[in-house]
């Protein structure tokens, strides 16, 4: 029975074992399957983002391939599908191979790690601080040799058998970066001086060796030297251009081979990985693949913290991982694995992508159950990116400049421009300028590399980098040749009044990008690690040179534009104004002339300063912006989404705030209208001190009501100011804070070039909302000078005036035919004068007499043609005219008389006798002078001595008829006699037809008519005859 319970038991622990072991595997199974799902997504997701076209990946976990696929095509024009057996170039995972074959030789002891490079190539030397240096075989195996990494500019684009030899020659005296043995800095060049030393040592070709005695004894069947790879089965090459990846073939760097140009399908790459992780036997000695693992250790670790080994870089994360990545001008590889878990990943592609190690990190990860890598802003996509967007601005600068050249061709043959009086001048300095100028852009395009490209020539940059960064290149060279052409021609045919805005827009493109670039200089110069970078510092002089000589071509410019604005805007309105019928003129408030003629021109002058500094900050920002987009995609598009919120507050700020601000204009006006007032009613004021006081009263409470209008429209913009700069703390705040969690893969100094950079934006994007309020009082002084100008405009203008065939001198008669005026007042109610019924001849005196308010003063503004008649018509000698004509015949002295301290319309130096004469008739010749520029030495004089002074000029400006409102009525009784009694008569005797307004009765009898107003109507007119 024990026995049997025994069985019993053993059967059921079979069977829970057995249960324990299905449900394992079923379940091993399951996260294996959603391990492999997840990283063909992170596969699809890293190629979509990054722009791969194809791709090949095996991993490999616990010693098993769990996962192994192609995706995309080898050819994106004809759409080849990608295989495994799709042969990739494998880039400096080939570096592999060539520390294999030192391994061998090593091994064999045809060489020594601590050989000497000049010991087996005698005419090889290197200096470091020109001292004679010895490099030995393990500082190249290890990459202390000293040559910096930008030594790769050296090797030379060849297809010959002889490349190694000639690669190898190209780097023979060279100045090493650093000593010896002492520092590790990756340089491609170290392996390719072992390939030729490979060649030295067994008499044999680098490739036929390597091929023959690695890479057979490997089993690696469809791995080969670029040189004999079956073009058949090679994937094509692509560069990525115009944010999109093509087909480029690369040139043959044949000599570079031993470093960089092994070529693999991802079959045998699977075998590789295999090997080395010791899952499978080769032909090739285990001890020397596990020897090529065993680190340098007797320099620090590189930046990432790995030590260097034969042709891998050794982690010591966890159990230990190993890895190495390869980028040649068009494929990308990238292999890791960790020996002790039998764990790894290869990825191949064909585009040169830094993130392939994000597929292949990520595989391994993601076995882990660790978090995947995010991807890092690829310099390929982030130099496409700039110069795509560079190009694109560059091209619209072309367009409009073309546009522009052939406006002005257009102008010249209309005869719009003419011919400079010294066009030989003109074209020797454009000239010398556009020389400097290309000088200047020579010298940046030279060492354009040292700043941005580690230092490497040109040829390396033209084939490694997008086209799009020469295509952007010669842009601006079009555009600094079209450029200088239009300066050129505008100068050669210039223009009377030239206003075009597209030299301004330019130079706020230099000057905005000389700003970016200053503060882009100082950035990589303070990222440098204790390194004074020359180049770096040119360019900082450069954009300080672009700044400045942008900022004062456009400041002068503008200064130049703007000024003749405001004296085009200002002309314009007193034309118009003095164009302006009387009757229109009077409704006119004159605060609001006032506020116009020199208020609001002033404030629209201030747009200069306005526009460079928004035009300088704008462009600031543009490539601000296009910098931070280099940088991060994520960062940028954040530090946007920030400035557009600031800019939304501010425009709904500013709409506001532009209803007060429209209000505050219209307090304006009054304010002008007080001022008129103040000055005119002084003595008024003076005498009165409750009047003054009241006066003062009301001017106080128009200028407190400006003050709090137009504080509450800065208050306005003041919280919003506030919230601008909180966004901008958060913003940094969260880049500096939050950044390094959410994206870790961001580095740090990265991050800290994005703060610097966001904290220099602050000053242009406060410049550019801080113009937002000034624009907008701008804005409403624009509209209100402008209306101003149409409510006058829209009224008749008075222009040369046409007499019909009237002589002034033939004057005879002047009648009036039922004419009638009408008007009405504030209050709505309206008055009339006439019908009248009018005559007057030459050598005739006539009197106008009446009460207060009978109509003289309205119907002396009727005859003069101040106002137009509602009907009836006026004859001069029988010929019907309208007003602007009739004010041609007469001359005129109203009882409120303006006295300029100038004679205007007048020829004073050919009446210069003539004036003298009168002046001493009317008794003022001790009192007034007149200079040779017609400026009276003084017009302070009493009141009946200004309207003698006015007497003169009405005399001296020979019109056949005058007219006097009330004259004498503030003559003294003597003078006034002598006015009555000798001045009008011989007014006679000259012919003049003198109109007087007047109260004096008893001199009645020297009129030849005496017309009698009442209620605005003629209810006497009264013939005198004089015996």
């Known amino acids: 029975m024990k026995d049997i319970v025994k069985r019993v038991r053993f059967v059921m622990l079979m069977c829970l074992i057995l249960v324990l072991q299905i449900s394992t595997t079923v379940y091993a199974e399951m996260a294996s399957g959603e391990a492999t799902a997840a990283i063909e997504q992170l596969v699809k997701k890293t190629m979509e983002s990054e722009k791969i076209p194809g791709a090949a990946i095996v991993v490999v976990k616990e010693g098993e391939t769990i996962y192994k696929q192609s995706f995309g095509v080898t050819d994106i024009q004809k759409q080849t599908p990608v295989t495994a057996d799709t042969l990739f170039e494998i880039n400096s995972n080939t570096k592999a191979f060539t520390a294999l074959a030192v391994q061998q030789l090593i091994e064999q002891k045809r060489l020594s790690l601590d050989d000497s490079v000049q010991s087996i190539i005698p005419w090889f030397s290197a200096t470091y601080k020109g ?5 030995l075989i393990k500082h190249l195996l290890y990459h202390t040799s000293g040559f910096p990494f930008e030594s790769i500019g050296f090797i030379p684009i060849s297809s010959s058998e002889r490349a190694i030899e000639e690669n190898v020659r190209a780097l023979n005296n060279r100045e090493l970066a650093r000593k010896p043995g002492t520092e590790f800095e990756y340089a491609t060049v170290n392996y390719d001086i072992l390939g030729y030393i490979v060649e030295k040592v067994t ?16 089993g690696l069947t469809n791995t080969f030297m670029k040189a004999q790879a079956p073009s058949e089965q090679m994937a094509r090459g692509h560069k990525i251009g115009f944010f999109s990846p093509r087909v480029y073939d690369a040139p043959d760097y044949r000599g570079n081979t031993p470093a960089a140009y092994v070529v693999s399908s991802l079959n045998d790459m699977e075998r590789w990985l295999h090997i080395q992780l010791g899952l499978e036997a080769s032909g090739f000695p285990a001890e020397l693949i596990r020897a090529s693992h065993l680190p340098d250790r007797s320099v620090a670790p590189a930046a990432n913290g790995s030590s260097y080994a034969s042709g891998w870089m050794i982690f010591q994360n966890g159990g230990g991982q190993i890895a190495h990545g390869g980028n040649n001008p068009t494929f990308s590889s990238y292999m890791v694995f960790r020996p002790e878990e039998k764990l790894g990943a290869i990825v191949l592609t064909n585009i040169d992508s830094m993130n392939v190690s994000v597929i292949a990190e990520g595989a391994v990860k993601l076995l882990q159950g660790k978090e995947v890598p995010e991807v890092v802003d690829d310099t390929n996509l982030q130099a496409d990116r700039f110069a795509s967007i560079t190009l694109v601005i560059l091209v619209f600068l072309v367009a409009v400049l073309t546009v522009a050249i052939g406006q002005i061709m257009v102008q010249i043959l209309r005869g719009d421009r003419k011919l400079a009086s010294n066009p030989g001048r003109i074209c020797l300095t454009s000239l010398f300028a556009f020389v400097i100028t290309c000088g200047v852009l020579s010298a940046a395009v030279y060492f354009l590399p040292d700043v941005f490209f580690f230092g490497l020539p040109w040829q390396f940059i033209e084939v490694w980098l997008p086209i799009t960064i020469f295509y952007a290149m010669y842009a601006l060279l079009a555009s600094v040749i079209l450029f200088t052409v239009y300066l050129t021609m505008i100068r050669l045919f210039p223009k009377s009044k030239e206003t075009s805005l597209t030299p301004i827009v330019i130079q706020g493109l230099v000057s905005g990008f000389g700003n970016a670039m200053i503060i882009f200089m ?10 004074f970078h020359v180049s770096v510092f040119l360019y900082f002089l450069l954009g300080i040179l672009l700044y400045i000589v942008g900022e004062k071509m456009i400041r002068s410019r503008l200064i130049v534009i703007t000024n003749q604005v405001v004296y085009e805007k200002r002309m314009e309105l007193v034309h118009r104004i003095f164009r302006t019928p009387y009757q229109k003129y009077e409704r006119i408030d004159s605060g609001q002339i006032y506020a116009s003629l020199n208020n609001d021109t002033e404030t629209i002058s201030t747009i200069s300063n306005i526009v460079v500094i928004a035009l300088t900050s704008t462009v600031t920002l543009v490539f601000c912006f296009i910098y931070l987009a280099a940088m991060s995609l994520y960062g940028f598009l954040f530090c946007l989404a920030v400035i557009i919120i600031a800019a939304g507050l501010y425009t709904l700020a500013g709409r506001s705030a532009n209803k007060v601000w429209e209000e505050t204009r219209d307090i ?8 008129n007032d103040m000055i005119g009613g002084f003595k008024e004021l003076y005498l009165t001190r409750a009047q003054s006081r009241e006066f003062e009263e009301h001017m106080d409470r128009s200028c407190y009501e400006y003050r709090h209008k137009r504080s509450i429209g800065q208050f306005k913009f003041v919280n919003v100011y506030l919230v601008g700069e909180l966004l901008f703390v958060v913003v940094i705040g969260t880049v500096t804070f939050l950044f390094p969690i959410f994206f870790p893969m961001i580095p740090k100094h990265m991050l800290v070039s994005y703060v610097f950079v966001f904290l220099y934006m602050t000053g242009p994007v406060h410049g550019i909302l801080n113009a937002v309020p000034e624009l907008i009082r701008i804005k409403i002084s624009w509209e209100r000078l402008n209306a101003l100008l149409d409510s006058l405009s829209s009224e008749k203008r008075r222009d040369d005036v046409d007499i019909a065939g009237l002589a002034v001198q033939d004057f005879e008669t002047f009648t009036s035919d039922q004419v009638q005026f009408r008007y009405k007042n504030k209050e709505g109610e309206e008055f009339s004068v006439g019908p009248l019924d009018f005559s007057c001849r030459k050598g005739e005196i006539v009197f106008i ?13 009727l005859v003069t043609g101040l106002y137009e008649q509602d009907d009836g018509e006026f004859f001069i000698n029988g010929q019907k005219v309208n007003a602007d004509q009739r004010c041609e015949f007469f001359s005129v002295i109203f009882s409120d008389f303006y006295l300029f301290e100038k004679m205007y319309g007048v020829d004073y130096q050919a009446k210069r006798d003539e004036i003298r004469k009168y002046l001493e008739v009317l008794r003022i010749a001790d009192k007034v002078e007149v200079d040779q520029t017609g400026m009276f030495s003084t017009t302070k004089l009493s009141t009946g001595q200004r309207k003698r002074l006015a007497l003169m000029l009405s005399q001296i400006k020979d019109r056949p008829i005058l007219l006097f409102d009330e ?35 008893r001199y009645f009898d020297l009129a030849d008519q005496v017309v009698k107003m009442e209620s605005g109507r003629i209810i006497t007119q009264q013939t005198l005859s004089h015996a």
């Open 668 to 675: 304006q006006n009054v304010f002008f209208s007080y001022i």
């Open 203 to 218: 008499g044999q070709s680098y490739e036929q060796y390597v091929q023959q005695q690695v890479i057979t004894q490997l």
């Open 131 to 135: 001292q004679q240096e010895t490099i």
């Open 522 to 531: 100082i950035n990589i110069a303070l990222t440098s690690i204790n390194t």
């Open 849 to 861: 007499v009446g009460g207060n308010g009978s109509g003289k003063s309205t119907f002396a503004k």
């Open 967 to 1001: 004259w004498a009525a503030d003559q003294d009784p003597e003078y006034r006699q002598f006015f009555y009694e000798s001045l009008l008569p011989e007014m006679k005797k000259q012919g003049k037809c003198v109109i007087a307004i007047t109260h004096d009765d």
